[in-house]
């Protein structure tokens, strides 16, 4: 921990002011899943108080969603201090077994499901589009090994506008799963310079997963790692696609609302791309907590140890589409997409936005 991380620790235990958005103390109802509580807990560590092995599984609860940073008036930052925690643990040989044996997945196969094989369906769509252009399609790593159904979908759309890209069959990894997991160690960024120099033999690189665009435009920047290929993400790219007439919707009188993803909204300030395209073939309405303030809902990576909570928060979110009277909610996130398939119940229809292309 670092003296800044200090200073963010020590001052964030006071007003509770971020209490009210945090996805995963909703879902839970504890109050140990408040940013506040986790602060706390961190500077009984930083004190010597606590071995870090006695609060990790609490920081290992933290969806690092940014709704509380986004929430602080005072500009206190607990994703901050909550990544450098999980570095800190990395570093001195204290994470959980259940991360390690994801952090372990990563590192031998690239994905921290420890998966080789992509599905079939997607693995057709792939080989069709194996050829050498200038635009890139980067599927991401939840898309290619736990979501390859919708990703095939999200494939056919882009061949709806008639343009030429690639897909690769050994696309690497961007490094979003060791940044989360692990935080700026060295073996995240060793895997984003591979992926880096992979991309970079594009012009475009369109990015499908929001969670990677993130990483991509910006931590990528924020750690030296040089990408010469202008990167564009997957609802940006449709957007222009729709205003160009490349794609030709056809509207139907059916009302949904958008789930943003707070990695395009709050990390990236991209709200609108997204509502263009939707609005092109429905009648958009809102949720409550939309665009910057948006709630999270659930992701597949959290769903590998925590599996009833991120089922709570997605059936959360469903519950703030149905406050409004909405019964479509279209996701532009692989992993918000798959949380809220998941989740238990039949009154809200859960589409890609993907599905509507």
Not at 176 to 200: F, H, P, S, V, W
Request: some cysteine; overall charge negative.
């Amino acid at each position: 921990m670092n003296e800044l991380n200090k200073q963010h620790i020590d001052a964030c235990r006071f007003c509770w002011m971020c209490r009210h958005i945090c996805p995963i103390g909703n879902a839970t109802g504890l109050e140990r899943n408040t940013s506040r509580a986790r602060a706390l807990g961190l500077s009984l560590v930083t004190r010597g108080v606590y071995d870090m092995s006695e609060v990790i599984d609490n920081v290992y609860e933290c969806a690092c969603c940014g709704a509380c940073t986004k929430e602080c008036v005072t500009g206190w930052d607990p994703v901050m201090f909550t990544k450098a925690a999980r570095l800190d643990a990395a570093l001195e040989g204290k994470l959980p077994e259940y991360i390690m044996t994801l952090v372990e997945n990563c590192l031998d196969f690239g994905n921290a499901y420890g998966a080789k094989e992509i599905g079939a369906e997607l693995k057709d769509a792939v080989a069709a589009h194996e050829g050498i252009t200038d635009t890139l399609f980067f599927l991401g790593v939840d898309a290619r090994y736990k979501a390859a159904d919708i990703a095939a979908v999200a494939v056919r759309a882009l061949e709806k506008a008639g343009k030429s890209f690639t897909v690769l069959a050994d696309e690497l990894p961007s490094g979003q799963q060791l940044a989360y997991l692990i935080g700026a160690a060295d073996e995240t960024r060793a895997q984003m310079a591979a992926c880096a120099k992979q991309l970079n033999q594009y012009k475009t690189v369109v990015v499908y997963d929001p969670q990677d665009a993130s990483v991509l435009k910006r931590e990528y920047a924020e750690w030296g790692i040089e990408l010469t290929a202008e990167i564009v993400t997957f609802t940006a790219y449709l957007a222009q696609l729709v205003k160009s007439c490349d794609i030709k919707p056809v509207k139907v009188d059916r009302a949904a609302v958008y789930q943003d993803p707070f990695q395009l909204a709050r990390d990236l300030s991209e709200t609108q791309p997204a509502r263009d395209v939707i609005s092109a073939y429905l009648n958009l309405d809102e949720m409550l907590c939309n665009g910057k303030h948006t709630m999270w809902a659930g992701n597949i990576l959290m769903a590998q140890w925590m599996p009833k909570v991120i089922e709570d928060v997605a059936m959360g979110r469903i519950a703030n589409a149905k406050g409004v009277k909405a019964n479509t909610i279209v996701t532009a996130s692989v992993s918000e997409y798959v949380a809220l398939k998941n989740a238990p119940q039949s009154d809200v229809e859960i589409i890609a936005i993907e599905e509507l292309i």
